[in-house]
Nanobody, 115 residues
């Protein structure tokens, strides 16, 4: 099993930046895909960004060019650098890991972008 704990959320003005962090309870070296999803008010959970063990990345069209995902296998951590934030980025952001075919989720961290 994998436990994931997010941090770094908060309130920011439009155009600002935040960096989310996700700490894993086990070595992420053995976890092929890790990433971030989000769920806005009244919306379904959606993909934000994924990163593979080979550092390949996949971004939602709505965040491409503004968000950057990275992983640090030595620290068992995944990061999401969010720049040029917009009010529509307001959501609970969840860390995600696919470990031997099973999905694992963190408890979520709130990001609120004011206009």
């Amino acid at each position: 099993q994998v436990q994931l704990v997010e941090s770094g959320g908060g309130l920011v003005q439009a155009g600002g930046s935040l960096r989310l962090s996700c700490a894993a309870s086990r070595s992420i070296f053995s976890i092929n895909v890790v990433g971030w999803y989000r769920q806005g008010p009244g919306k379904q959970r959606e993909l934000v960004a994924l990163i593979g063990s080979d550092r390949s990345t996949n971004y939602a069209a709505s965040v491409k060019g503004r968000f950057t995902i990275s992983r640090d296998n030595a620290k068992d951590a995944v990061y999401l650098q969010m720049n040029s934030l917009k009010p529509e980025d307001t959501a609970v952001y969840y860390c995600y890991a696919n470990y031997y075919g099973s999905p694992y989720w963190g408890q979520g961290t709130q990001v609120t972008v004011s206009s």
